[in-house]
């Protein structure tokens, strides 16, 4: 799928009477990724005023699922019209060559492990969810707390759990949460429950069940694409979980306690404006006016959003809202 986004094209010589045209933008999203970030029409929308907003004429491309996004991105960079590129993590991963064969192209890549060795041509938007994580475990542990204040710390670390798969149950994002926890319970931090890959749904439907056996009420859910899955479960047996990025789905909210959501279109926005250079506004013949503050990373905006499995208490809220 390839369109011009869908704000009305008569903004566009208003852009240009304004004297800050930088010229196209292409954003290239896989489509996976894309249906991930929320509803359809108000993304292009916000996608497409960000861009007008900073003086670029934005175009979306979403390949099909059959088809090689990065053979498809090239036949759209070959084509010589976009001096700045935003592309989609999984596809950032592959862009390396790309980033060399077109130095006079600005490539925001979305995603990845943060770099100091980034070409003169890439600006990358990073997300660092360890501090809303730890934000959420420190609720986690509150509520627990709040529910029962007579019992001891590991007593209450006992009632949340970390269900994980094998290869991420040590990452900074687990050891904030639970660091988080510990926070909230004087030291103690909650049980860790693991699932070798590949994971299969039993394997996350009998352990959960386990944990929930054994007194754990809330979850850090740490499970990749079963995550949704391990929710569902949840929604049968009783209790909530934190997890990530699922506003956009909204499934089992009486499952979710928390989410942690990278806020994408905000992020890409923020990092346009980093590509505004001392000469930029001129007009010119559509080349982006970018280099002065490109080879660099962006942090993007992280916020937390409340489920319904249970309230937030008091004295974790304003670390909620702080997201």
Known sequence: ????????????PLVLLGGCWNGRLLFFFEQPY??????DRPLRL?????????????????PAVTEDPLTRLTRELSR????????????SMNAEVLVSRWPGTTFLLIGGVGRDDLPQNCVQLLFDRGPAFRSAGFAAGAA????????????????????????????GETQAFQAGVAEALDGAEPPVGTV???????????????????GAEIFLLHLGALDAYGLQVLQDVGGGAV??????????????FLSVEEDVPA?????????????????????????????????????????????????????????
């Not at 996608?47 to 175009?59: M, N």
């Open 144 to 171: 627990v707390r709040e529910e029962d204040p007579a019992a001891g710390p590991d007593a209450l670390a006992a009632k949340v759990g970390v269900l994980s798969l094998t290869s991420l149950s040590a990452d």
């Open 80 to 91: 010589g019209r976009f001096p700045v590129v935003v592309v989609s993590p999984l596809a």
């Open 243 to 256: 997890v990530a990025d699922w506003e956009s789905s909204q499934t089992n909210p009486r499952a979710v």
């Open 46 to 62: 916000g996608l497409d005023r960000e861009a007008l907003r900073d003086g670029y004429l934005p175009s979306l491309v979403i």
């Open 34 to 39: 894309w249906v991930s970030l929320g509803d």
């Open 1 to 12: 799928m390839h369109s011009r986004l869908l704000l009305p094209l008569l903004l566009c």
């Open 196 to 214: 070798a890959e590949p994971v299969d749904r039993a394997a996350v439907q009998n352990t959960l069940q386990q944990m929930r056996r054994d």
């Open 267 to 323: 992020g890409i926005a923020a990092a346009l404006r980093t590509l505004k250079a001392p000469g930029a506004g001129s007009s010119g013949s559509g080349a982006a006016n970018t280099r002065a503050s490109v080879g660099r990373a962006v942090d993007g905006p992280v916020r937390i959003v409340v489920g319904k499995a249970r309230s937030v208490p008091q004295a974790a809220l304003s670390r909620i809202v702080g997201h």
